[in-house]
């Protein structure tokens, strides 16, 4: 049985899961199935052979998604994660999970969530909804990735992993344009030009977002 503190539960309760079942969500923590899990800054959390079939959810701390040298999103308090080893025969999981700082995590077995959603219809309307908003965000990731100018890949890149109005870089120049699949030179004329048309800020490795419309408007 997980035990969380106040400030934890309140957090859970707000949970895309939860959403229009709070009180489930106590009930689903005190259950003895569901743990938690502490991890350090840089302990693997979820790799291709390093994984468990459960549901996990972030209480605290921060959690890079990788896949090889690919920067796929990070996580942060409240954020859902381990759908992909849920309700499969699958021997891997398809990314890495990085603790970026350190981090509690609460783990929802698969037996246990497949009970909630077979006895709580809106449970169930709520992971449907979850689900329908990843396969959206990989949709975007690989339209990124495959076509479009560097402009266009750098603004998807900083859109969706912009917090506070800003992205902090944690990789080089040449790590961002390996990431973004262009050329350094590439990159830094996107970085140029995004500036120049006042849609970006970049100062050191903090690249503020100053017309967010502009961006996701840039043409494929």
């Given amino acids: ?51 468990q079939h459960s549901l996990g959810v972030l209480l605290s701390g921060r959690v890079q998604v990788s896949k090889g040298e690919l920067l796929v999103s990070s996580l942060g308090p409240g954020d859902l ?21 350190s981090c509690r995590l609460l783990f929802f077995p698969q037996e246990q969530v497949a009970g909630l959603l077979e006895a709580h219809p809106g449970l169930a309307r709520n992971y449907i909804r979850y689900l329908s908003g990843r396969i959206r965000f990989l949709d975007r990731k690989i339209e990124g990735l495959i076509a479009g100018s560097a402009e266009r890949r750098l603004a998807q890149y900083l859109l969706e992993r912009q917090a506070d109005g800003a992205v902090v870089l944690d990789c080089s120049v040449t790590g961002l344009a390996g990431r973004l699949n262009v050329s350094r030179a590439s990159l830094y004329r996107a970085l140029d030009s995004l500036a120049a048309a006042g849609a970006i800020e970049k100062n050191g490795r903090t690249v503020r977002i100053l017309d967010s419309a502009g961006l996701d408007s840039l043409p494929h």
């Fill in 1 to 51: 049985m997980a035990q969380l503190n106040p400030e934890e539960l309140t957090l859970l309760r707000g949970v895309f899961l939860f959403q229009g079942a709070e009180a489930l969500a106590d009930a689903a923590a005190a259950d003895p199935r569901c743990q938690i899990a502490v991890a350090g800054r840089g302990q693997i959390i979820y790799a291709p052979h390093q994984f």
């Fill in 81 to 101: 994660f381990g759908a992909a080893a849920l309700f499969n025969d699958r021997e891997d999981y398809a990314t890495t999970l990085t603790a970026r700082a």
